[in-house]
T-cell receptor, first 112, second 114 residues
Framework: DAKTTQPPSMDCAEGRAANLPCNHS???????VYWYRQIHSQGPQYIIH???NNETNEMASLIITEDRKSSTLILPHATLRDTAVYYC????FGTGGFKTIFGAGTRLFVKA | DGGITQSPKYLFRKEGQNVTLSCEQN?????MYWYRQDPGQGLRLIYY???????QKGDIAEGYSVSREKKESFPLTVTSAQKNPTAFYLC?????????????FGQGTRLTVV
């Protein structure tokens, strides 16, 4: 079962910040939030992950709410090449260890 | 270059035949995963393995089989029991057994059964 909920699609103007929301209301205390993106017919690309603190790297920022029930991925200056499907996932601990479960994702369209 | 290699990129098979998809990683990762993706859909977990000689069923394991005889290799066999095998198959790996380890993906194998 997917443990995250995302809007199916979003638009963003080139050069503007893209803010992608994700709900993970059933997340457990030891489960991390991850973000990946997938450009058509390629393997998903890792973007960023976090537990409870906000995180930033060269690609994006991740803002996690204090109750950890939702998060937002921020692409600070979206470009046309950022058009992709963005997946918000949690790593779930089960039999045999952690497994990574993907939901349906958000299709981001960056427009010129 | 370190990474995950899936081969072949495109694969065609006749209905009723078993087919094996290759996945090799040189990242020294303990965990490996197989996902299936259908057009316009997200990824669904088929099997995963945390260590050599051990693997667990994911959400859609029926009609598939795997082996993990070597740390770097995790082949997936799509058997004739899989009712709708045409799909995009993705392999991934991650280091360690904790939740704080990202997974890296291969470029996928597109399987078409005719």
């Amino acid at each position: 079962d997917a443990k995250t909920t995302q809007p199916p699609s979003m638009d963003c103007a080139e050069g503007r910040a893209a803010n992608l929301p994700c709900n993970h209301s059933t997340i457990s205390g030891n489960e991390y939030v991850y973000w990946y993106r997938q450009i058509h017919s390629q393997g998903p690309q890792y973007i960023i992950h976090g537990l409870k603190n906000n995180e930033t790297n060269e690609m994006a920022s991740l803002i996690i709410t204090e109750d950890r029930k939702s998060s937002t991925l921020i692409l600070p200056h979206a470009t046309l090449r950022d058009t992709a499907v963005y997946y918000c996932i949690v790593r779930v601990f089960g039999t045999g260890g952690f497994k990574t479960i993907f939901g349906a994702g958000t299709r981001l369209f960056v427009k010129a | 270059d370190g990474g995950i290699t899936q081969s072949p990129k495109y694969l065609f098979r006749k209905e009723g035949q078993n087919v094996t998809l290759s996945c090799e990683q040189n990242l020294n990762h303990d965990a490996m995963y197989w996902y299936r993706q259908d057009p316009g859909q997200g990824l669904r977990l088929i099997y995963y393995s945390q260590i050599v000689n051990d693997f667990q069923k994911g959400d859609i394991a029926e009609g598939y089989s795997v082996s993990r005889e070597k740390k770097e290799s995790f082949p997936l066999t799509v058997t004739s029991a899989q009712k709708n095998p045409t799909a995009f198959y993705l392999c991934a790996s991650s280091s360690g057994l904790g939740g704080n380890t990202e997974a890296f993906f291969g470029q996928g194998t597109r399987l078409t059964v005719v």
